[in-house]
């Protein structure tokens, strides 16, 4: 399962060349279109494509409000208006894509990005799945550039939901407790897609990717009071009672009647443990223990 949050989109035009701090096989001349640079697996495609001494274009549809890491130009352009895009695409070898726009609609424009990515000169491109079928990932499978499919399960910073409540009264409550996640890290996700982009022989595949250990809320919850040092009391919900806390926070039907079923019935692909971040990216995968330290203020 992926995050319930927006991938969202950034950019505005200012090219600055990007000392080479990674791998050997890295090219510095090479220019990567990042969509959904503002959204949670975007930031990490960006961070980590700097890293390997990349020249990073973040696309978003208000250049203004754009703020990214010195070194990051930002261009503006919606996917959701190809034509848009043209400018933003020039020069560009990479081009990464999310298959949703803001408002959880499915794009329907990848035949025309495509076109307009085959013209700029694009030799790759990695979609970032957005849980479920979708036309934009369809057209790129079927299109003629090296493309690659990251599948990530649910990622550990859907718990940043619970902060506010953890903040409050020291208490988690969420239905389904026993549940099993193999959740990973959104930095793991981004890494992924950033080799795919870079390096050779990931074109025509599609991973699904994974943190390294299949957890209960149980055990999360344990995890994150052990991370910011001081208990936290679990509350299992009902099914009754969690759709009516969704429904109050905004989300709408067919979303929540998504969420509870992914959550009660868990398919085997979101709670099986898989070795692609390590074999695609050359290092381990890292730990909900990890993500929890990270992020121990947002609980306290």
């Known amino acids: 399962?992926?995050?319930?949050?927006?991938?969202?989109?950034?950019?505005?035009?200012?090219?600055?060349h990007v000392q080479s701090t990674a791998a050997e096989n890295t090219d510095t001349q090479n220019i990567h279109l990042v969509a959904g640079a503002t959204g949670t697996v975007g930031r990490e495609v960006v961070r980590e494509l700097l890293e390997r001494g990349q020249r990073v274009r973040a696309?978003?549809?208000?250049?203004?409000?754009?703020?990214?890491?010195?070194?990051?130009?930002?261009?503006?352009?919606d996917l959701r208006e190809p034509a848009s895009l043209k400018a933003a695409l020039e020069g560009a070898t990479g081009l990464h894509l999310i298959t949703f726009s803001g408002a959880y609609e499915p794009l329907e424009t990848g035949p025309e990005i495509l076109a307009l990515a085959r013209e700029a000169g694009v030799r790759r491109v990695t979609v970032l799945h957005?849980?479920?079928?979708?036309?934009?990932?369809?057209?790129?499978?079927?299109g003629e550039l090296d493309w690659t499919v990251v599948k990530p399960v649910e990622f550990m910073g859907n718990s940043l939901e619970w902060a506010e409540s953890v903040r409050a009264d020291s208490t988690v409550r969420a239905p389904f407790t026993d549940r099993l996640s193999?959740?990973?890290?959104?930095g793991d996700i981004g890494a992924v897609i950033a080799v795919a982009l870079v390096e050779d022989g990931h074109a025509g595949q599609e991973y699904v990717v994974t943190g390294p250990q299949a957890l209960t809320v149980v055990?999360?919850?344990?995890?994150?009071?052990?991370?910011?040092?001081?208990?936290?009391?679990?509350?299992?919900?009902?099914?009754?009672?969690?759709?009516?806390?969704?429904?109050a926070e905004g989300h709408e039907e067919?979303?929540?009647?998504?969420?509870?079923?992914?959550?009660?019935?868990?398919?085997?692909?979101?709670?099986?443990?898989?070795?692609?971040?390590?074999?695609?990216?050359?290092?381990?995968?890292?730990?909900?223990?990890?993500?929890?330290?990270?992020?121990?203020p947002s609980f306290r």
Do not use: C
């Open 1 to 16: 399962m992926t995050n319930k949050t927006s991938h969202a989109q950034n950019t505005h035009a200012q090219s600055t």
């Open 59 to 77: 696309l978003t549809r208000d250049a203004s409000k754009a703020s990214f890491p010195e070194g990051v130009e930002a261009v503006q352009g």
């Open 130 to 142: 957005g849980g479920g079928a979708s036309p934009l990932e369809d057209a790129v499978r079927a």
């Open 182 to 186: 193999a959740l990973v890290h959104e």
């Open 219 to 247: 055990e999360k919850v344990a995890t994150l009071a052990e991370a910011r040092g001081s208990d936290i009391a679990l509350v299992e919900l009902t099914e009754e009672q969690a759709a009516a806390g969704m429904r």
């Open 254 to 296: 067919g979303l929540i009647a998504w969420l509870l079923d992914v959550y009660k019935n868990t398919p085997p692909e979101g709670r099986t443990v898989l070795d692609t971040v390590p074999r695609v990216t050359g290092r381990p995968a890292r730990t909900y223990a990890d993500w929890a330290r990270e992020h121990a």
